[in-house]
């Protein structure tokens, strides 16, 4: 499978535990969105990365949330202590380019459920 | 702000009746527009975007700049058609925004 890849697929935490998700983009795919859904809403953007670098932060990712894509590769979204208002499913997703008309290709997608 | 409104959180038709899915924007600029679709149990992903003008699956849509709008359109729907559907619009940084998403319905 040459998609986007996520681990895990769920992940069910008590509050005020970290937890780590991994994704793995399309290997050519230069950039690399994280995106946040909850129930009822569509996918909210969380932060995104140009190869290695973080450029660009939503207000939404507070400092519990970090992110981070070492040599351009995989990348990973860690919650630190986290609430019950974090449950979600993160998204990741890809693209060859960063132009707004490129297509984004999506991953299935991390349920956390925090307790 | 960038906004994409999605009117419609479900829409049910019978299978031949055409379909049409509402979207909105407000978006300083030109924008850049997508439908993705999420059928049950799979990923998110593109249907089709306004600068390509193609038709995919039988769907179209029609960027309408007077009106703000970009609905989705299909002469006769599909049961196969029945998917989670989201609008979404090019943001200044390539992050995409999205509306809420309807659910198209459609009975045999």
């Known amino acids: 499978d040459t998609g986007v890849s996520q681990d895990p697929r769920h992940k069910i935490t008590k509050r005020g535990q970290n937890v780590t998700f991994r994704c793995d983009p399309i290997?050519?795919?230069?950039?690399l969105y994280w995106y946040r859904q909850t129930l009822g809403q569509g996918p909210e953007f969380l932060t995104y990365?140009?190869?290695?670098?973080?450029?660009?932060k939503s207000r939404l990712l507070s400092d519990r949330f970090s992110a981070e894509r070492p040599k351009g590769s995989f990348s990973t979204l860690e919650i630190q202590r986290t609430e019950q208002g974090d449950s979600a499913m993160y998204l990741c997703?890809?693209?060859?380019?960063?132009?707004?008309?490129?297509?984004?290709?999506f991953g299935p997608g991390t349920r956390l459920t925090v307790l | 702000a960038q906004r994409v409104t999605q009117p419609e959180k479900l829409l049910s038709v019978f299978k031949g009746a055409p379909v049409e899915l509402k979207c909105n924007y407000s978006?300083?600029?030109?924008?850049?527009l997508f439908w993705y679709v999420q059928y049950s149990r799979q990923r998110l992903q593109l249907l089709l975007r306004?600068?390509s003008r193609e038709s995919i699956k039988g769907f179209t849509a029609d960027l309408n700049k007077g009106e703000t709008s970009f609905h989705l359109k299909k002469p006769f729907a599909q049961e196969e058609d029945s998917a989670m559907y989201y609008c979404a619009a090019g943001g200044s940084q390539g992050n995409l925004i999205f509306g809420k998403g309807t659910k198209l319905s459609v009975k045999p």
């Open positions: 997703a890809s693209s060859l380019g960063g132009g707004r008309e490129d297509e984004q290709f």
């Open positions: 306004h600068i």
């Open positions: 978006y300083s600029g030109s924008p850049e």
């Open positions: 990365f140009q190869n290695e670098a973080q450029l660009e």
């Open positions: 290997s050519e795919h230069n950039r």
